[in-house]
């Protein structure tokens, strides 16, 4: 799922330039499907996405566990 206006952080996996999707579902979709190769991120697994609805970038990120916490937190007190 995603949340409109929140900037995730971490390791970049893929640039958005480089994977247009038509919709944040579909970004969504290709963080999921996304294969780590190891030369990029040394193999990092997407866990967290950013997409841009003008210009249709994706950009798949991979972020620690310590750093997903946070931005978990930094969503849950946005939306109380």
Known sequence: ??????????SLVQA?????QPTAADCCR???EYEPSLD??????CNA????????ECWLKHQSADDLR???ARVAQAGS
């Open 1 to 10: 799922s995603g949340r409109e206006h929140l900037e995730l952080w971490g």
């Open 16 to 20: 958005g330039g480089d994977n247009d």
């Open 30 to 32: 290709s963080c999921r």
């Open 40 to 45: 990029v991120g040394g193999g990092a697994q």
């Open 49 to 56: 996405w950013v997409w841009h609805p003008i210009s249709k």
């Open 70 to 72: 946070k931005s978990v």
